[in-house]
Structures are given as C-alpha cells and as structure tokens.
C-alpha cells in the first residue's frame, strides 16, 4: 500500500512540475511575442480620393503605453518606401510612464515623417497638458475634435480626429465642423473603434483606430480574454462598415494590433503591430488587402 502511495506522489509531483514547466515556457513566449515588431503593408481603395492622393502612403501606429519606440524600430520601418504623414492612435502613455520616455519615442517617430495623433483612454489618466505642451513644442499635430486639412497637388483630403470614447473626451461634432463645408473625403483617426456607432459624415472614407491590442492574449478557440462582444467583433484588421445614421453610407475599418501592452507585458496570438496603409483611387475589388512583410525580434 505504501508502495503505491508513493507511486501515486510520484505522478502527481511529476505532472505538477510538467505544468509548472509548459507554464513558465509560455510565459516566456507570450513575452517574446510582446517585444516583437510586425510591419504590415496595407493597401485600401478610397471613394472619392483626389487624383494627386492615389499612391500616398501613411504609417500607422497604436498603444504605446510602457514601451519605447527605439532607433531599432525605426531602422525597421525604414526598410519600406516612406510614408507622408505618421498617424499615431492614442495610448502613447500611461500611468508610471515618464513624458521623457514618451517623447524619446515621439523623436523617433518623428524620423518616419510628421506626426499627427489623438489621444486614447490611458493618455487622460496623466499630466495631458504637460504632456501635450510638449508634444506641440515638438512639432506634432494633436487632432482631438478637429480637422485638418492637407493639400497636393490642389488638392485636399481632410484628416479628422475624434477623442477618446470611453475616458468621455470625444465630440464628434466638433471633430467635422472645420470640413463640413467643403469635405469631399476624410479619414478619421480615433484611438477607439466605438466611434463607428457615431453619426459620421458620408464624406469619411475610411476610419483608423487601435485600444483592442488585438485582444493582446487570445486563446485558442475562447478567443480574447478581456474583450467585450463589441470588441471581439471589431478585434483587429478591415472592415466594412454600413452606416446606421445616413442612408448609404459605406466605409472601411481599420483596428490595429498597437504597440504596447497593458496590465501584464504579455502577448499571445495577437502580435505588436506598425502600418503603412497606401491609399488607392480605384474602386476596384479587392477593397483593401494586407500582408505581413518583416517582423523585428530584439531578444
């Protein structure tokens, strides 16, 4: 009887440690994940785009929050043809995250080209106004509520920014009063996708957003473990969106990955992320199409 009792300790011990053992090996994983860098290249065909637009290349950038965008990212990025304008989603800071470290980041995005951002739920949670005295002193356009317009060739599109949903700082109204009046097409840059319940303009195209990580720890068939119904349907990638609020209005959805984390310094099946996202004139099928071209591990 002794003898099994032992034998019976002997698997249980064994089988303990094997888990502990798968454990500690997927935390290990789920952490390199983390520190990756994926750069996808995205094209998306545009109504109404203006000739001299058909071509231009935006890079798109999410959810900060603790980690450092590094020279070694942006050697990364700077293996693709350039971008026009770096359109950063929101979340560049979070509570323990120093501006300086925020704004060695922003330096380096900088490299990319001129940056334009809104803010995200995480960035109200600090000194915002330190942090966007800084930012502006930077050279970086913060686009909260507002529009801006850029121009070429003669010709403008209108990038129109919508702050943060859930920290209660968006005013959708005030994002298009600047481009109701002569807005033919216009992109949106929220940090949350939420904003596509909003009664959007039908001159906005196509709206660009991050704040879901992707689901940042997503289990096989459970899919994201902290993600709403909402969220879990717009998790990550394109979409196409019909509007509820003005009568054939039909758009595209683009929910990135991010860059950080939150909580834990964990990924699993939901990859950091950076975009170049060409815009395209033709509306010809496929509307938008993605594919992963280089992927950066530090460790």
Known sequence: ???????????????????????????????????????????????????????????????????????EHVSIVGHYPSAELVLLGGDIIENGVSIEQVMTSVEQLKKIGPVVMVHGNHDHKCNTAQLDAELIEAGVQ???????????????????????????????????????????????????????????????????????????????????????????????????????HVPAHVYKLFVSNGFGTSHVPLRWNAKPQGHFITLRRSPQLPLFEAHVDREFNPH
């Open 1 to 71: 009887m002794k003898g099994l009792a032992a034998e019976i300790l002997l698997v249980v011990s064994t089988a303990i440690s094997g888990a502990g053992l798968i454990l500690i090996l997927l935390v290990l994983y789920m952490k390199k994940e983390a520190s990756s860098f994926t750069v996808t290249e995205e094209e998306v065909f545009v109504d109404d785009l203006p000739h001299p637009w058909d071509g231009v290349r935006l890079f798109l950038i999410t959810d900060l929050h603790r980690r450092p965008f590094t020279a």
């Open 142 to 244: 913060i686009v909260d509520n507002t529009a801006v317009r850029f121009e070429k060739d003669g010709e403008s599109i209108w990038i129109c920014g919508i702050g943060d949903s859930s920290s209660g700082h968006a005013n959708v109204n005030a994002a298009f009063t600047s481009s109701n009046s002569d807005a033919n097409c216009a992109i949106v840059l929220a940090h949350d996708p939420v904003v596509i319940l909003e009664k959007l303009p039908s001159y906005v195209k196509l709206v660009l957003t991050g704040h879901t990580h992707g689901g940042q720890i997503r289990l096989p068939i459970y899919g994201p473990l902290r993600l709403n119904d909402f969220y879990r349907r717009y998790l990550s990638g394109w979409y196409e969106i019909i509007s509820d």
